[in-house]
């Protein structure tokens, strides 16, 4: 059983700055690929960014340059540094997690967290 967890999702103005957590229990860690995927109202979720073993990384180009994603494997926490932030990028966050880093990527991993709003004002 694996459980994910996001979190720092709020209210920013574009141009701003947000940091978004997501915490993971019940696996070790290092062992998953971990990624976001972001979903606006009426819209489909979109792929953001993912993170695998051993330090492999992928952006959606729509991203790229402004967001980063970092882990901390001793705290079982993935992040999604986001910065210069467009009122385009207000949606729900999700965190993604499995053994397949092809998987995640292509929005079908095994674990989910329950989403952090983002809403950026223009």
């Known amino acids: 059983q694996v459980q994910l967890v996001e979190s720092g999702g709020g209210l920013v103005q574009a141009g701003g700055s947000l940091r978004l957590s997501c915490a993971a229990s019940?696996?070790?860690?290092?062992?998953?690929?971990m990624g976001w995927f972001r979903q606006a109202p009426g819209k489909e979720r979109e792929f953001v960014a993912a993170s695998w073993i051993p330090g492999q990384i992928y952006y959606a180009d729509s991203v790229k340059g402004r967001f980063t994603i970092s882990r901390d494997n001793a705290k079982n926490t993935v992040y999604l540094q986001m910065a210069s932030l467009k009122p385009e990028d207000t949606a729900v966050y999700y965190c993604?997690?499995?053994?397949?880093?092809?998987?995640?990527?292509?929005?079908?991993?095994?674990?989910w967290g329950k989403g952090t709003l983002v809403t950026v004002s223009s």
């Open positions: 993604v997690a499995d053994s397949n880093s092809r998987k995640v990527v292509a929005g079908t991993g095994d674990y």
């Open positions: 019940g696996r070790t860690f290092s062992s998953y690929a």
